[in-house]
């Protein structure tokens, strides 16, 4: 009884000191902290401020050049200004989707050829042995000094324009597919091989649909260096697209028609961006789980 009493009452001991004690609180997170965590909000909210920073460093700027200096750097306003001047009244919304029509065309050729080679070189040694020193070499090949051969095989025409834009990503993209694939853990392989997969099935079902996230991000990665080209290969002979626009604005010192370009190809890139982000969002959902 009296062994029974004394447990009791140190269990209430226990109880009394468990609810006096202070409840745990996590240190807040820093701003700088290393390998730090965001939430889609913060993630969201940071980004608008990264944005209004730039347009207000635009603007400053804008504002302490010289004023006999300033149309040199046209404001904010100003370059908003002419773009709806150039979409209401120049029919710039024609030269924007040919430009749009360019890279997205060329870009899906080249994975065409990218994502095949990429994947077959990733899973047959023989295969990277007999290519991989090409496709390496060719990265180091600037797009823009096929310019000459292109417009001597093909002429002033779109296709020498989209052959560009499919040499500036092609060779990079391969190599990029070929990481992909080669991360790919080898256990997975190994354990399709012991039950018995055939080749096809190990590559396309195993080795393919294991590195098919990664792959996607290396095409939404590549596809910005398309932008990147899209000035060069419409400069030569072009009578359409962003590229022409910005080089008769620079043809006759119209600063904010070559700022208003610019600023067009940096807000269709990000909308490309997203656009990679939500496929990979719905495409993948248990890479979106695992995060």
């Not at 001991?13 to 997170?29: C, D, M, N, Q, T």
């Not at 042995?129 to 292109?150: D, E």
């Not at 910005?224 to 899209?230: D, E, K, P, Q, R």
């Amino acid at each position: 009884m009296n062994k029974t009493l004394k447990t009791a009452s140190s269990d209430n001991e226990h109880e009394g000191a468990s609810e006096l004690a202070p409840l745990f609180k996590p240190p807040r997170e820093k701003f700088l902290s290393l390998r730090g965590t965001v939430n889609s909000t913060q993630s969201i909210f940071l980004g608008f401020i990264g944005v209004i920073s730039l347009f207000a460093f635009w603007e400053i700027s804008h504002h302490l050049t010289p004023e006999h200096q300033q149309k040199f750097l046209p404001s904010v306003t100003q370059v908003t200004s002419k773009l709806y001047y150039l979409f209401t009244e120049k029919g710039y919304i024609v030269d924007v989707a040919k430009s749009v029509y360019r890279i997205y065309l060329s870009f899906f050729v080249a994975c065409l050829v990218a994502i095949p080679l990429g994947v077959l070189m990733g899973s047959f040694i023989k295969m990277r042995a007999l290519f991989n020193p090409t496709v390496g070499g060719l990265r180091y090949l600037p797009a823009a000094s096929f310019v000459p051969l292109l417009l001597v095989y093909l002429g002033p025409t779109d296709s020498a324009k989209m052959a560009l834009l499919f040499l500036g990503c092609v060779f990079f993209l391969v190599a990029l597919i070929l990481d992909n694939i080669e991360a790919v853990p080898r256990a997975l392989i190994e354990s399709a091989q012991t039950m018995g997969a055939s080749r096809f099935h190990i590559v396309f079902r195993v080795t393919f649909r294991s590195a098919a996230p990664q792959i996607l991000d290396s095409m939404r990665n590549m596809i910005a260096v398309s932008w990147t080209y899209l000035v060069i290969a419409e400069i030569v002979a072009a009578t359409d697209g962003i590229g022409a626009v910005m080089m008769r604005g620079a043809r006759f010192l119209h600063v904010d028609v070559i700022m208003g370009g610019i600023l067009t190809i940096g807000v269709l890139g990000v909308l490309t961006d997203v656009s990679f982000r939500i496929a990979a969002h719905f495409l993948f959902p248990h890479t979106r789980a695992r995060r």
